[in-house]
């Protein structure tokens, strides 16, 4: 069977879908948070002025000594210092005082931001608050204090300067041009002093905005999704890596493309299966399930026993378990059934049923051991027969050679039974079910979601395509959809199927005691399918007669031209249509005699046989009522066309 190729997103999927529980809610934990978030949190404004930066340059001489904003040679790094410069602790401080209430400088150095705008010379300060006004406030006043601050600083190094300036001027006695150079710069810093940084204007302040900053409300909620989504996705993969096990029908079917032919239903650990005194027990809903399986699975096409193997990717799938169910309801019908144990290192099935000992190993490689001495009957299943095994210290290096008289053993079975069912090891485990595949009919996969290991169930998979064996289809354990119990005993008169004492029921509805043991069943229904083969023989006896009454009718009409001839001169009959009865003529040549006492009877014999005839058809129609009764011979009720008299040549 051919499997679809896995896509490079097949592993994220199966992921996604094994674990799909997780993802929506981890998704939905993620947009709850957003929508707490969005909805507790105060709408933020935001509003920016704008500083622009005029940098002096290298060479300039006049604001030696001022810490002035100077050209850097990176249009970008000379922002980047102007920016320092101007979000400074001593704004913010100036700042928190003019806005008063709770600011600090602290809080003000966290609600202001100040970036340069691209590669230009113009510097944002963003003042971010909770109200539109506040915000255009803080903006405006950081900017303002700023250039403030800046002023400060500038006025007492330019007051410096100057003093240090004139110094040197009154040294200089008659230089008049030294003098004139000295007296341009001081003129230049007291303007300074005045104006204050030659190299930091104000260009725009802040207006008010319009609404609050941020993403809208969808926006925020469709990304929280999408966070959400992604995070659960990685725990879901995360998970899909480390699981080692099948969860699901759906993940067994997409690992494995098979039919699933029967489910079992979740049931209690006491109610799956159990052995009691009178045999092996199984609940009406268990029972429909194999019931359903043995009808897919059909007859043999050349009319032989049909053989089958139970096999699984896991131990503790419910392989055995499910072998005995299938060969238990296999016998139901009174159909003789052979469950073999072929589980070699692990022999399960005789513990199963109660059929100890079992046969060692060394037993089944006897050459002229014969299948039929080493098969026990199973408690309460007349028509089930098993094969036990059991293994002894160092049987274990005898599987090797016993797997090739399984096959031997195997066709033997098919000989004395109509179902033959074999329980073998785990083939995901260990390949010894793998040498049988070509000697079975119908190989039978259970698994069990949330007991079935991956790994194994792939290895399963892959050797079983090798080989060009295909499984008939999947019996699911632990199937968990709901359904009503009540059809399952429909037409049931109390009892179970395998049970000769009344069942243990969970209800405490009074039940009605059993009318019949398991015995009587089987041997009933062996009567019913002996039936037909009764029905051929009476049609058979009928179809002989039916050949005989043309003869009679041949007989009775060579007398009635004899007789005419005879008579000469008699009235020619009507060529109407007459009934010819028992006592045609009173006097006639014998021919008023019953049809049996013409075919050679005697009359006591021909009441004897018309007796039994109608003991048969009482018989029968007694016995099934859907038979025809078999018709007693109707020799004197005949209906015949008279032939035209010929006229006498004398």
């Given at each position: 069977?051919?499997?679809?190729?896995?896509?490079?997103?097949?592993?994220?999927?199966?992921?996604?879908?094994?674990?799909?529980?997780?993802?929506?809610?981890?998704?939905?934990?993620?947009?709850?948070?957003?929508?707490?978030?969005?909805?507790?949190?105060?709408?933020?404004?935001?509003?920016?002025?704008?500083?622009?930066?005029?940098?002096?340059?290298?060479?300039?001489?006049?604001?030696?000594?001022?810490?002035?904003?100077?050209e850097a040679g990176d249009p970008t790094r000379t922002s980047q210092t102007a920016a320092t410069l101007v979000r400074s602790s001593d704004a913010a401080e100036r700042t928190a005082q003019e806005m008063g209430g709770d600011w600090t400088r602290e809080k003000v150095l966290d609600a202001v931001s100040v970036t340069p705008e691209g590669e230009s010379n113009i510097l944002a300060i963003t003042g971010t608050a909770d109200s539109a006004d506040e915000a255009t406030k803080l903006a405006n006043t950081f900017a303002r204090q700023s250039l403030e601050s800046r002023a400060a600083i500038i006025k007492r190094q330019a007051e410096n300067e100057i003093t240090r300036a004139r110094t040197i001027a009154d040294q200089l006695g008659d230089d008049t041009e030294a003098k004139a150079t000295l007296t341009s710069r001081i003129n230049a810093l007291e303007q300074v002093i005045t104006d204050g940084d030659p190299t930091l204007e104000l260009s725009?302040?802040?207006?008010?905005?319009?609404?609050?900053?941020?993403?809208?409300?969808?926006?925020?909620?469709?990304?929280?999704?999408?966070?959400?989504?992604?995070?659960?996705?990685?725990?879901?993969?995360?998970?899909?890596?480390?699981?080692?096990?099948?969860?699901?029908?759906?993940?067994?079917?997409?690992?494995?493309?098979?039919?699933?032919?029967?489910?079992?239903?979740?049931?209690?650990?006491?109610?799956?299966?159990?052995?009691?005194?009178?045999?092996?027990?199984?609940?009406p809903a268990v029972r429909e399930a194999f019931r359903t399986l043995l009808i897919q699975l059909g007859p043999h096409p050349e009319g032989r026993a049909q053989v089958i193997m139970v096999t699984s990717a896991s131990t503790g799938d419910g392989k055995t378990t499910s072998a005995v169910n299938l060969a238990a309801a296999a016998a139901a019908s009174g159909d003789p059934v052979i469950l073999l144990d072929f589980d070699l290192r692990k022999p399960d099935v005789g513990r199963t049923l109660g059929v100890q000992p079992g046969t060692e190993l060394t037993g089944l490689l006897q050459p002229d051991t014969q299948l039929r001495d080493l098969l026990s009957p199973a408690p309460g299943l007349p028509a089930l027969s098993v094969l036990t095994t059991t293994v002894a210290e160092g049987d274990v290096a005898l599987v090797e050679a016993l797997s090739r008289r399984l096959p031997e053993l195997i066709a033997d079975a098919r000989d004395l039974c109509n179902y033959v069912v074999l329980d073998t090891a785990p083939l995901g485990e260990i390949s010894d079910a793998l040498r049988l595949v070509a000697d079975v009919d119908d190989i039978i996969v259970v698994t069990k979601p949330g007991n079935t290991n991956r790994a194994n169930f792939e290895m399963m998979r892959d050797l079983l395509e090798r080989t060009a064996y295909t499984p008939a289809g999947f019996l699911v354990i632990g199937d968990s959809t709901p359904r009503t119990s009540a059809y399952y005993a429909y037409g049931a008169t109390g009892r179970e199927l395998f049970l000769?004492?009344?069942?243990?029921?969970?209800?405490?509805?009074?039940?009605?005691?059993?009318?019949?043991?398991?015995?009587?069943?089987?041997?009933?229904?062996?009567?019913?399918?002996?039936?037909?083969?009764?029905?051929?023989?009476?049609?058979?006896?009928?179809?002989?007669?039916?050949?005989?009454?043309?003869?009679?009718?041949?007989?009775?009409?060579?007398?009635?031209?004899?007789?005419?001839?005879?008579?000469?001169?008699?009235?020619?009959?009507?060529?109407?249509?007459?009934?010819?009865?028992?006592?045609?003529?009173?006097?006639?040549?014998?021919?008023?005699?019953?049809?049996?006492?013409?075919?050679?009877?005697?009359?006591?014999?021909?009441?004897?046989?018309?007796?039994?005839?109608?003991?048969?058809?009482?018989?029968?129609?007694?016995?099934?009522?859907?038979?025809?009764?078999?018709?007693p011979p109707r020799s004197e009720e005949r209906q015949e066309r008279p032939s035209r008299d010929k006229p006498s040549k004398g």
């Amino acid at each position: 069977m051919t499997r679809p190729a896995e896509g490079a997103l097949g592993p994220y999927i199966r992921a996604i879908r094994a674990h799909r529980l997780l993802v929506f809610l981890v998704t939905l934990a993620a947009v709850g948070a957003a929508v707490a978030w969005v909805t507790v949190r105060p709408p933020s404004y935001e509003a920016t002025a704008n500083i622009l930066v005029s940098p002096l340059a290298q060479e300039d001489q006049i604001y030696t000594g001022v810490n002035a904003v100077r050209e850097a040679g990176d249009p970008t790094r000379t922002s980047q210092t102007a920016a320092t410069l101007v979000r400074s602790s001593d704004a913010a401080e100036r700042t928190a005082q003019e806005m008063g209430g709770d600011w600090t400088r602290e809080k003000v150095l966290d609600a202001v931001s100040v970036t340069p705008e691209g590669e230009s010379n113009i510097l944002a300060i963003t003042g971010t608050a909770d109200s539109a006004d506040e915000a255009t406030k803080l903006a405006n006043t950081f900017a303002r204090q700023s250039l403030e601050s800046r002023a400060a600083i500038i006025k007492r190094q330019a007051e410096n300067e100057i003093t240090r300036a004139r110094t040197i001027a009154d040294q200089l006695g008659d230089d008049t041009e030294a003098k004139a150079t000295l007296t341009s710069r001081i003129n230049a810093l007291e303007q300074v002093i005045t104006d204050g940084d030659p190299t930091l204007e104000l260009s725009q302040q802040a207006t008010k905005p319009e609404s609050p900053t941020g993403l809208p409300f969808p926006a925020i909620i469709i990304l929280a999704g999408l966070a959400g989504f992604t995070l659960g996705s990685g725990g879901a993969l995360l998970l899909e890596l480390t699981e080692r096990r099948i969860r699901s029908e759906e993940e067994t079917i997409s690992l494995y493309p098979l039919p699933v032919l029967a489910r079992i239903p979740v049931l209690k650990p006491g109610q799956l299966r159990g052995r009691q005194a009178s045999g092996w027990h199984m609940l009406p809903a268990v029972r429909e399930a194999f019931r359903t399986l043995l009808i897919q699975l059909g007859p043999h096409p050349e009319g032989r026993a049909q053989v089958i193997m139970v096999t699984s990717a896991s131990t503790g799938d419910g392989k055995t378990t499910s072998a005995v169910n299938l060969a238990a309801a296999a016998a139901a019908s009174g159909d003789p059934v052979i469950l073999l144990d072929f589980d070699l290192r692990k022999p399960d099935v005789g513990r199963t049923l109660g059929v100890q000992p079992g046969t060692e190993l060394t037993g089944l490689l006897q050459p002229d051991t014969q299948l039929r001495d080493l098969l026990s009957p199973a408690p309460g299943l007349p028509a089930l027969s098993v094969l036990t095994t059991t293994v002894a210290e160092g049987d274990v290096a005898l599987v090797e050679a016993l797997s090739r008289r399984l096959p031997e053993l195997i066709a033997d079975a098919r000989d004395l039974c109509n179902y033959v069912v074999l329980d073998t090891a785990p083939l995901g485990e260990i390949s010894d079910a793998l040498r049988l595949v070509a000697d079975v009919d119908d190989i039978i996969v259970v698994t069990k979601p949330g007991n079935t290991n991956r790994a194994n169930f792939e290895m399963m998979r892959d050797l079983l395509e090798r080989t060009a064996y295909t499984p008939a289809g999947f019996l699911v354990i632990g199937d968990s959809t709901p359904r009503t119990s009540a059809y399952y005993a429909y037409g049931a008169t109390g009892r179970e199927l395998f049970l000769e004492g009344p069942p243990t029921a969970a209800s405490d509805r009074p039940r009605p005691a059993p009318t019949k043991s398991s015995n009587e069943i089987v041997a009933e229904s062996s009567r019913v399918r002996s039936e037909p083969r009764e029905r051929d023989r009476d049609r058979e006896r009928d179809r002989d007669r039916d050949r005989e009454r043309p003869r009679d009718r041949d007989r009775d009409r060579d007398r009635d031209r004899a007789r005419s001839n005879g008579e000469g001169d008699a009235p020619r009959q009507t060529p109407e249509r007459t009934k010819v009865s028992g006592d045609r003529s009173k006097g006639g040549d014998g021919n008023d005699r019953p049809a049996s006492e013409r075919n050679g009877e005697t009359g006591s014999e021909a009441d004897a046989n018309r007796a039994g005839a109608e003991t048969g058809a009482h018989r029968g129609s007694a016995e099934n009522p859907h038979r025809r009764p078999t018709r007693p011979p109707r020799s004197e009720e005949r209906q015949e066309r008279p032939s035209r008299d010929k006229p006498s040549k004398g």
